[in-house]
């Protein structure tokens, strides 16, 4: 036994990057997701509008994060702010004084209602949650788990793809064959993107069926998002089995790139909760993006020119993704194929 240990410690010792990964990444992650992990939202973004915007934004506490003001705004000016996602909170400044919530926020619509009223330092408004008004878990994570599954599909299983063909030693035939590395990704992907839609498409119906969710958006504009998605999710699979030698280390890679996704996407923890130092990384995040696109279209009808900027983030993080995983695959490819044209000469 005590030789069967010393031979296992020796074996961990040598794989220094398995190593790396079991003591850097749980601190990492605690440092991280301790700065996450909160549900109360300090500062909500709002718009007052109405004749009285201005008197009734100068009283708001600090916590009503008020970034439109509107004198000419009307109610439905507040509902299309919300709608649009440029405010959570949308006070009327008209009697009566009503204070509007989306719904599809629900840690930070709770937290605005916990502040609301007691808070406020002119009486008691009128408050009416818009989008999600019973506040439900189910309206509010079954879009999200869309983008989770795809991303465990797109990610995990696609970034065994090239490992695959490297330990079975098909990596050289690929070399020698007539064919880019553009034209090899392509041929990877498309199995998995197949996959992906069909999905996409189980999910969302039984989202819908059994849980009740409301679609009240347009579909071309949630296809036209999960379809980007999936480019941006598969060509990180790409890229991470471009990165790995065996498919134990491209499943650490990918799992390691699926934990921040899930809990740093707004998926979970509101993105206005988290501090600037850690927001960051979730605009790097395709599922950050997605679940703007899904729940804004399943909840709130958004239109497709609000969600421009969710769209060009997708479609570039597709694009460097992609790219990068070409650019590896191309470095991949070009040792084995020198060495398949020097095999004839060797042999003469």
Same mark, same amino acid.
């Given at each position: 036994m005590q030789a069967m240990i010393r031979k296992e410690f020796r074996q961990l010792r040598r794989d220094r990057r398995t190593l790396a990964l079991m003591i850097v990444v749980p601190l990492l992650l605690l440092v991280v997701f301790g700065y996450v992990a909160r549900f109360d939202v300090k500062e909500i973004p709002t718009a007052v509008v109405g004749v009285q915007a201005e008197a009734v934004a100068a009283l708001l506490p600090e916590t009503f994060d008020v970034r439109i003001v509107d004198r000419a705004g009307s109610r439905a000016t507040a509902e299309d702010l919300l709608r649009r996602s440029r405010a959570i909170i949308g006070v009327v400044a008209e009697p009566p004084l009503t204070i509007l919530v989306d719904g599809s926020e629900m840690f930070?619509? !709770?937290?605005?209602?916990?502040?609301?009223?007691? +808070? /406020?330092?002119?009486?008691?408004?009128?408050?009416?949650? /818009?989008?999600?008004?019973?506040?439900?878990?189910? +309206? &509010?994570?079954?879009? +999200?788990?869309?983008?989770?599954?795809?991303? *465990?599909?797109?990610?995990? &299983?696609?970034? /065994?793809?090239?490992?695959?063909?490297?330990?079975?030693?098909?990596?050289? !035939?690929? +070399?020698?064959?007539?064919?880019?590395?553009?034209?090899? &990704?392509?041929?990877? &992907? *498309?199995?998995?993107?197949l996959v992906g839609v069909i999905d996409m498409a189980v999910i969302t119906a039984a989202g819908l069926l059994l849980f009740d969710v409301p679609f009240r958006g347009s579909w071309l504009v949630f296809i036209a998002g999960a379809v980007l998605f999936l480019l941006a999710v598969l060509g990180m699979g790409v890229l991470i089995s471009t990165l790995s030698q065996t498919q134990g280390e491209a499943i650490q890679l990918a799992i390691m790139t699926m934990l921040p996704q899930v809990m740093l996407s707004g998926m979970i923890f509101p993105l206005t909760s988290m501090p600037w130092g850690v927001r960051w990384i979730s605009y790097l995040l395709p599922l950050t993006y997605f679940i703007q696109i899904v729940r804004g279209v399943f909840l709130k009808a958004t239109p497709i020119d609000a969600l421009g900027i969710p769209f060009l983030a997708l479609a570039l993080l597709a694009a460097v993704v992609l790219s990068l995983a070409i650019l590896r695959f191309r470095r991949d490819l070009a040792p084995s194929g020198r060495r398949a044209a020097e095999a004839p000469g060797a042999a003469a």
């Open positions: 930070a619509a !709770q937290s605005a209602l916990r502040r609301t009223g007691s +808070a /406020l330092p002119f009486g008691e408004p009128q408050v009416e949650i /818009l989008f999600n008004p019973d506040l439900s878990t189910a +309206a &509010i994570m079954v879009p +999200a788990l869309i983008g989770m599954v795809l991303t *465990a599909v797109g990610t995990v &299983i696609t970034s /065994l793809g090239v490992v695959r063909e490297r330990q079975e030693g098909t990596l050289e !035939q690929l +070399a020698v064959m007539p064919l880019r590395p553009r034209d090899v &990704i392509v041929g990877k &992907i *498309a199995p998995y993107f």
